[in-house]
């Protein structure tokens, strides 16, 4: 899948969950699917207005002058439809972390404890977050078609977090006995 075909999904599939503002559908997928996927805003306005263009999603102006709402036409459920059945398009990973690691001889074993640290710092929060997500969403959507959907990438990110925790700890205990330098000992 192609990135703008993904773009359009992640439009498209917010507007699904309900009608928004082009404002509201940046903070939406900034907020809610920013825990597992990211789209720049650069993206986000000019694949909003071809849609439109294609009639995929349809302007309702709002109360104020200047304020719309964007609905998902029945033609944009069939799109979302059609991207959503297409196979998932894997991207090489960037992971700045481990590119440090992996030179980390010349980093230092001492910088690469505190890389570490921090990675599984972060990740507790993330589990945190996750389990808070979980929980709140659990009552205030409770008996929602979407909760078992929304549940389930929630689980992928708790997943996530801990086993950056769990491999945080082993390489940890790899480096108890590397000089904080990093030369041979």
Same mark, same amino acid.
């Given at each position: 899948?192609?990135?703008?075909?993904?773009?359009?999904?992640?439009?498209?599939? !917010?507007?699904?969950?309900?009608? =928004?503002? !082009?404002? !509201?559908?940046?903070?939406?997928?900034? +907020?809610?699917?920013?825990? @597992? #996927?990211?789209?720049? @805003?650069g993206q986000i306005y000019p694949t909003l207005g071809a849609l439109e263009q294609q009639g995929h999603v349809e302007r309702r102006e709002g109360p104020r002058a200047g304020s719309s709402t964007f609905v998902i036409t029945e033609s944009g459920t069939t799109r979302l439809r059609e991207l959503l059945?297409?196979? /998932?398009?894997?991207?090489?990973? $960037? *992971?700045?972390?481990?590119?440090?690691?992996?030179?980390?001889?010349?980093?230092?074993?001492?910088?690469?404890?505190?890389?570490?640290?921090? !990675?599984?710092? %972060?990740?507790? $929060?993330?589990?945190?977050?996750? +389990?808070?997500?979980?929980?709140?969403?659990?009552?205030?959507?409770?008996?929602?078609? +979407?909760?078992?959907?929304?549940? =389930?990438? /929630?689980?992928?990110?708790?997943?996530?977090?801990?086993?950056?925790?769990? #491999?945080? %700890?082993?390489?940890?205990?790899?480096?108890?006995?590397?000089?904080? *330098?990093?030369?041979?000992?």
């Amino acid at each position: 899948m192609a990135r703008r075909s993904q773009t359009e999904t992640a439009i498209l599939g !917010a507007l699904s969950m309900q009608p =928004m503002t !082009a404002y !509201a559908l940046r903070e939406a997928i900034r +907020d809610v699917l920013g825990h @597992f #996927w990211s789209e720049s @805003f650069g993206q986000i306005y000019p694949t909003l207005g071809a849609l439109e263009q294609q009639g995929h999603v349809e302007r309702r102006e709002g109360p104020r002058a200047g304020s719309s709402t964007f609905v998902i036409t029945e033609s944009g459920t069939t799109r979302l439809r059609e991207l959503l059945s297409e196979p /998932i398009t894997t991207v090489p990973p $960037r *992971n700045g972390l481990l590119l440090r690691l992996f030179f980390g001889r010349t980093l230092g074993a001492q910088k690469c404890r505190e890389l570490l640290l921090e !990675a599984k710092a %972060d990740a507790g $929060r993330s589990l945190a977050e996750y +389990d808070g997500l979980a929980r709140t969403l659990s009552v205030e959507e409770e008996g929602s078609p +979407d909760l078992p959907y929304t549940l =389930m990438t /929630i689980s992928a990110g708790r997943h996530s977090a801990e086993a950056v925790i769990a #491999w945080a %700890d082993e390489a940890l205990a790899l480096l108890e006995d590397t000089p904080a *330098n990093g030369e041979s000992q």
